[in-house]
């Protein structure tokens, strides 16, 4: 059975940057799409970004320029690099694997 384990969530002031990471285990994480989820209070979960088995990746149009998204499959952990944070960003983020795996969320606080 495949379990993500988040770290990386905390509070930030606006303009500032925080990096999450995702350890996975089992063997099947190389050749499974990756991505980021968050849902901020009274939202729906909202896509961040994705990262395919390939290096394609695909971010939503509210974080793009500022996030990162990036996956070592030697370590089979995803990372997502958050700068220039807004407080638009609060939300919990979860990190999936195939979308049939996740983790078990990270809060993210952006406020001054």
């Known amino acids: 059975q495949v379990q993500l384990v988040e770290s990386g969530g905390g509070l930030v002031q606006p303009g500032g940057s925080l990096s999450l990471s995702c350890a996975a285990s089992?063997?099947?994480?190389?050749?499974?799409?990756v991505g980021w989820y968050r849902q901020a209070p009274g939202k729906g979960r909202e896509l961040v970004a994705t990262?395919?088995?390939?290096?394609?990746?695909r971010y939503a149009d509210s974080v793009k320029g500022r996030f990162t998204i990036s996956r070592d499959n030697a370590k089979k952990t995803v990372y997502l690099r958050m700068n220039s944070l807004k407080v638009e960003d609060t939300a919990v983020y979860y990190c999936?694997?195939?979308?049939?795996?996740w983790g078990q969320g990270t809060q993210v606080t952006v406020s001054s």
């Open positions: 990262l395919t088995r390939f290096g394609v990746t």
């Open positions: 089992g063997s099947i994480f190389s050749s499974n799409t």
């Open positions: 999936t694997v195939g979308f049939d795996w």
